[in-house]
């Protein structure tokens, strides 16, 4: 088990309250987003589990970058690192063979983050309906992805016991089953949702962490969902879930690596498109292509809404040497794979699909083990891109 840095407290408190002032009066802070529970007194520190807006000193990012760079001084070797390309649905479908819907919990702040996922008329009441959940929520969150990070599935590999598994013909019966639903519907001149005025899109939904809360809070509006991920067995939890109601939700396979799945919706037919935790997994060669994709999908006007890993969060400084794939990509014990985003990675990544920037924060938190007295600094990603409308001809 990897050991958990332990920051002095009094070290970490007289920081924070150095720039608690500071904070207080930047306009890099916003006023509403990202929460606003401030550390101004170190006898604080622990009565808490989660301190919002965090500042680095100098000395902080340059530790967080030598332990970056030592842990990526030994990289697994070229001729192992495919598998973790091609066999990426393998792995995944494993993970949620072996946690079902038990590892993550509901994201209930989606909504206080980013309203733009309900039709203009509908944010405020539903901002306001979450508000009281707000810091349990991102707490809940926050613990969730930690979880994924400390080894709770590391400990149990699920690779050592599925070593005879055909590889590539579970990678190929993964995108045939994206690639035969999908064109089924589009093949239809009607699909899924065509007479919602309001119409989302979730990528990399996995059990439906995202989805049940969005929708309980579309039922009653003129808006319907899509959901994907590129493994069968975490789409039929989700069709599995009570929650689950096909008139205003459709989950379905597929793979947003593979250019020849298509979707079952025409382009141009989205308001929204979010992504939460996904882009990191996949190899950051491929991002472009799969953003490029997608982005044809929304609506002029429409928004895509991001959150991810942010580059030396506490988990990307926690592995150990021999699980680089590249640099700031690493593969974790259970063959999953996450990248670590910088605010400028994620501006160009969007950016050139098209996209015009409407915010892009880094979300830095310190994050408390109050029993055990230890203070882990977390760093996410925080970005929404909205596609422009054509110039006006006239």
């Known amino acids: 088990m990897n050991k958990v840095k332990r920051f002095s407290v009094a070290k970490v408190a007289a920081v924070f309250i150095r720039f608690s002032m500071r904070l207080k009066s930047s306009d890099s802070r916003p006023s509403a987003p990202l929460g606003s529970r401030i550390l101004t007194s170190p006898d604080d520190i622990f009565k808490h589990n989660m301190w919002d807006h965090v500042q680095w000193t100098e000395e902080d990012k340059e530790n967080a970058r030598q332990k970056a760079e030592e842990n990526s001084t030994v990289r697994l070797p070229l001729n192992e690192q495919g598998k973790f390309v091609t066999a990426a649905c393998q792995y995944w479908d494993m993970f949620y063979e072996i946690h079902q819907d038990k590892f993550f919990k509901d994201r209930r702040w989606l909504f206080l983050e980013f309203p733009e996922l309900l039709p203009s008329g509908e944010r405020g009441q539903s901002t306001n309906t979450c508000h009281s959940h707000q810091q349990a929520a991102i707490q809940l969150c926050s613990a969730s992805r930690l979880d994924t990070e400390t080894g709770k599935h590391q400990r149990c590999n699920p690779i050592d016991h599925h070593r005879n598994t055909d590889t590539f013909n579970f990678q190929e019966s993964c995108q045939q089953a994206a690639r035969g639903t999908n ?40 808006s319907f969902l899509y959901c994907c991920d590129f493994s069968p067995r975490a789409i039929q939890l989700v069709k599995n879930h009570p929650d689950y109601d096909d008139s205003v939700c459709h989950a379905f396979v597929h793979d947003i690596c593979d250019k020849m799945a298509t979707f079952p919706f025409p382009p141009q037919s989205l308001d929204v498109i979010l992504a939460v935790f996904v882009l990191s997994s996949i190899h950051p060669e491929r991002l472009q292509d799969v953003v490029n994709h997608l982005s044809a999908y929304l609506k002029h006007g429409g928004v895509l809404l991001f959150r991810d890993y942010g580059r030396y969060d506490f988990s990307q400084l926690r592995f150990k040497k021999g699980r680089c794939l590249s640099e700031n990509f690493y593969t974790r014990g259970d063959g999953t794979c996450v990248y670590f985003f910088t605010k400028e990675e994620v501006h160009d990544l969007f950016s050139k699909a098209g996209l015009e920037e409407i915010q892009n924060l880094e979300d830095r938190r310190l994050q408390v083990n109050r029993g055990k007295k230890v203070v882990m600094r977390r760093v996410w990603m925080q970005s929404k891109y909205r596609k422009p409308y054509p110039p006006s001809t006239s």
Do not use: H, M, Y
Not at 183 to 194: L, R, T
Not at 205 to 219: L, Y
């Open 183 to 222: 064109e089924a519907a589009v093949d239809d001149s009607a699909f899924p949702g065509q007479r919602a005025s309001f119409r989302i899109l979730e990528v990399g939904c996995g059990v439906g962490n995202s989805v049940f809360p969005i929708v309980n809070n579309i039922k009653e509006t003129d």
